[in-house]
Structures are given as structure tokens and as C-alpha cells.
């Protein structure tokens, strides 16, 4: 019989509130494949990508107290938002390497961290963890015609020592994934390029140049839809969708799907329950047109 896997489960900020449809989609994923998931308690925000520039100290603080907690829940720590990823991951790495930080940083949450307990992005649970010929034995519902551009943006591989994915400049963990529930991948330029993160609020007109060329790229290889795994990238080529449209003249209409969402519904989960009435850019009607809902 083969052992179940089972992991501790750090969702985020953003996944309790507005990427909530990336936290149903996962948790249903996990359901669907017999994978256990068990939140981490008392969870705290990770700093997410403007903390390291304000304050150091307590953008490893705050990472170092959620490994601290994820370190009394049993399995590995399963984590979906990129952002989060790389902070729990350079904060593991810096950490590590660095004995005066580490204790600085003990010191300032009042305790000891682990920093043996291996930080997983759900990639590499689907890739590599449970097997990508596990996963294509549990469709039921192949993504057959559905060209998706896998967008990987800026922190999925990056820095090179630290997340320890993929390949850094050329990963195609993404594509194996979607590719193992039956959808077809496009080969396109800017599947790594800055979407302008979160300077949606402070600098909108960077975001809508970034984001805009990337969907750009995406509809000139063919794409029907992009694939993310990332709330702020989500949410600059979603929410921003019509804005980019409205100054770049350009028509786009292409729909922004979390990987969990996708992954979700090609393994039979109710696709009512994977928040597709969340996204801007209906879904809908592409994934009727594919057969899929």
C-alpha cells in the first residue's frame, strides 16, 4: 500500500482573503488526490515582498516565528503563494548561514526555529512528492485543447541558492504539471518577467506596461488562458485585465487561472467550489467551449 502523504499547510494573507479561490482550490486538490493538509495554527503574515526592504530584522522574524509554529504540526511545510515561498525560503537559507542572525532573530521571537523542516511549494509536492504519473492516473476530466502559458514571474526559481525549484532560467515544472492532467503548454518570451508585483498601488502605469506585455506575449503564442501561482501576479493580470486593455487598445479577454484551479477540476473536484466566479476575466466561457464545465 502506498504511504499517504501529508503535509503541514501555511496559506497566507492573501489566501484568506482576496486569493481565497487559490486556498478552496488547493485544499480541493489535495482532497481529490487523497493528500492531507493541515493548517499551521496561529499563523502570522510571512512580511510577504516589501518587508525586507523596510526592515530586516523583522522580515526574518516574522518568517522565522511561522517556521517556529509550522515545526509542531507533523509533514513537511506545503506552501502555495509564491511571495510566501521565497520568504520562508530566504529566511531558511539566511538563517542558516548566518549564526548572529539567527540568533538576533531568536531573540526577537523569544524561542528557538527550525531550520531542518523542508519548505515545499505545491509544485514540487505535485511534481515531484506524489509523481506526475500519479497525478495523470487520477484524471478525470483531461484538460484536452486548453492551451495554457504558465507564468512562473519573478520569485518561483529566484534567487538561484535559495528556492531550489527548477531550473532557474529555464524551469518547466509548470508545463510537466498541467501537462500531466492534459493541457497543452505554449512556448512563449515572458513567462519570467516581472508583472510589476506590488506597485499596483504605488506606480499603476509600471504594472500596466509589465503586465501588459505579458499578456501580449501570452495571446501571440496562442495561449487561451495563463496559469499562476502567485495572488499579486493573479491579481495585476485579472483585475487589471480591462484597465490594460483600455490603454494599450488591445483586446485580451484571456483568463487568469490559479495552477490549483486547473489542476482542481482536470481531477474531478466541483468546479462551483473552485471560485471561478471570483476572476474578472470570466472563465466560463472558455472552459464550455473546451467541454470542461
Known amino acids: 500500500m502506498e504511504q499517504t502523504l501529508s503535509y503541514s499547510y501555511y496559506p497566507g494573507c492573501s489566501l484568506h482573503a482576496s486569493a481565497k479561490e487559490y486556498d478552496e482550490s488547493t485544499r480541493g486538490l489535495f482532497k481529490a488526490l487523497g493528500i492531507g493538509l493541515k493548517e499551521v495554527p496561529d499563523w502570522l503574515c510571512c512580511g510577504a515582498t516589501p518587508a525586507h526592504n523596510v526592515d530586516e530584522l523583522l522580515s526574518l522574524s516574522l518568517c522565522a516565528k511561522n517556521l517556529a509554529l509550522a515545526d509542531g504540526v ?53 511534481a515531484k512528492d506524489f509523481g506526475l504519473e500519479r497525478l495523470a492516473g487520477a484524471v478525470q476530466k483531461p484538460l484536452s485543447g486548453l492551451k495554457v502559458a504558465c507564468y512562473y514571474g519573478c520569485l518561483l526559481t529566484r534567487p538561484p541558492e535559495v528556492p531550489q525549484l527548477d531550473c532557474v532560467e529555464a524551469p518547466t515544472i509548470m508545463e510537466r504539471v498541467i501537462g500531466a492532467v492534459g493541457a497543452e503548454t505554449v512556448g512563449w518570451s ?44 493573479h491579481g495585476n493580470l485579472d483585475i487589471r485585465q480591462k484597465e490594460i486593455e483600455e490603454a494599450t487598445g488591445k483586446r485580451f ?26 476572476m474578472i476575466v470570466n472563465p466560463l466561457p472558455l472552459l464550455k467551449e473546451k467541454g470542461l464545465v
Not at 257 to 265: E, R, S, V
Request: aromatic share 4%.
Open 74 to 126: 507533523e509533514g513537511d511545510l506545503a506552501v502555495a503563494c509564491a511571495a510566501c515561498f521565497s520568504r520562508l525560503k530566504v529566511t531558511q537559507h539566511h538563517l542558516t548561514d548566518n549564526e548572529t542572525k539567527r540568533k538576533q532573530v531568536e531573540y526577537a521571537i523569544d524561542g528557538t526555529v527550525n531550520l531542518h523542516k523542508p519548505i515545499k511549494h505545491l509544485l514540487e509536492i505535485l
Open 190 to 233: 515572458h513567462r519570467m518577467e516581472c508583472c510589476g508585483a506590488n506597485f499596483t498601488l504605488s506606480r499603476p502605469g509600471v504594472v500596466l506596461k509589465l503586465s501588459g506585455s505579458i499578456l501580449d506575449s501570452a495571446k501571440a503564442a496562442g495561449a487561451d488562458c495563463l496559469m499562476v501561482a502567485c495572488p499579486l501576479c
Open 253 to 278: 479577454g484571456m483568463p487568469v487561472f490559479y495552477m490549483t484551479q486547473l489542476l482542481a477540476l482536470a481531477v474531478g473536484a466541483a468546479p462551483g467550489k473552485l471560485g471561478f466566479d471570483s
